[in-house]
């Protein structure tokens, strides 16, 4: 199985500072048809898991642009430019290009400082 | 509006058994690639399985873990995802959550449904 290293476990960030999250996998997560199938994922406190970003950079609908992805090969990041209230909590990456399984990020605490 | 309704979590004693059920609405249920995921109290999220369209085949891919112990299935006429789950144990305590294809947009996740594992 592909594994997914998330650093750093926790980040205390001052509101409108930024943010950074890197991932990365045991082996390249580029797939057959040229595309790199990494997620990135947002869980609030007692919320339901969201997609923020999908291969790579692009970012989901009503996603505000202040989070951005980037990377390639086996190295990617999830960057917030300034970070607000809303942000906190919980991020994961998740690869497809090696299934099964689609394997997660361990996940990343985002608190205020 | 997409909706996932996950539903069918309980307390259950080890070695027991449980259906749960994820009814979908506001997207065409049937063309989709539906997946169930889990996330154990206080930990990360982990992919437990998926179940593709029966116009690709309708079969399911598991993690490793679950294998012969848990069957996803779907029912297209009602729109609704089905996890099956065998011989459960403590550290299958979660809550399951459905998701829409997690590698295509739009990506829609349920509320998620509780299940505890406990004598």
């Known amino acids: 199985d592909v594994v997914m290293t998330q650093s750093p476990r926790t980040l205390a960030v001052t509101l409108g500072q930024p943010a950074s999250i890197s991932c990365t996998s045991s082996q390249s997560i580029v797939y057959t048809d040229g595309n790199t199938y990494l997620n990135w994922f947002q869980q609030r406190p007692g919320q339901s898991p969201r997609r923020l970003i999908y291969t790579v950079s692009n970012r989901d609908s009503g996603v505000p642009d202040r989070f951005s992805g980037s990377g390639s090969g086996t190295n990617f990041t999830l960057r917030i430019s300034r970070v607000e209230a809303e942000d906190v909590g919980l991020y994961y990456c998740l690869q497809g290009a090696h299934w099964p399984p689609y394997t997660f990020g361990q996940g990343t605490k985002l608190a205020i400082k | 509006e997409v909706q996932l309704v996950e539903s069918g979590g309980t307390l259950v004693k080890p070695g027991g058994s449980l259906r749960l059920s994820c009814e979908a609405s506001g997207f065409t249920f049937s063309k989709a690639w539906m997946s169930w995921v889990r996330q154990a109290p206080g930990k990360g999220l982990e992919w437990i399985g998926r179940?593709?369209?029966?116009?690709?085949?309708?079969?399911?891919d598991y993690a490793e873990f679950v294998k012969d112990r848990f069957t996803i299935s779907r029912d297209d006429s009602q729109s609704t995802m089905y996890l099956q789950m065998s011989g459960l144990q403590s550290e299958d305590t979660a809550v399951y959550f459905c998701t829409t294809p997690l590698f295509k947009t739009p990506n829609y996740w349920g509320r998620g449904t509780l299940v505890t594992v406990s004598s």
């Open positions: 179940i593709k369209s029966e116009s690709d085949g309708g079969t399911p």
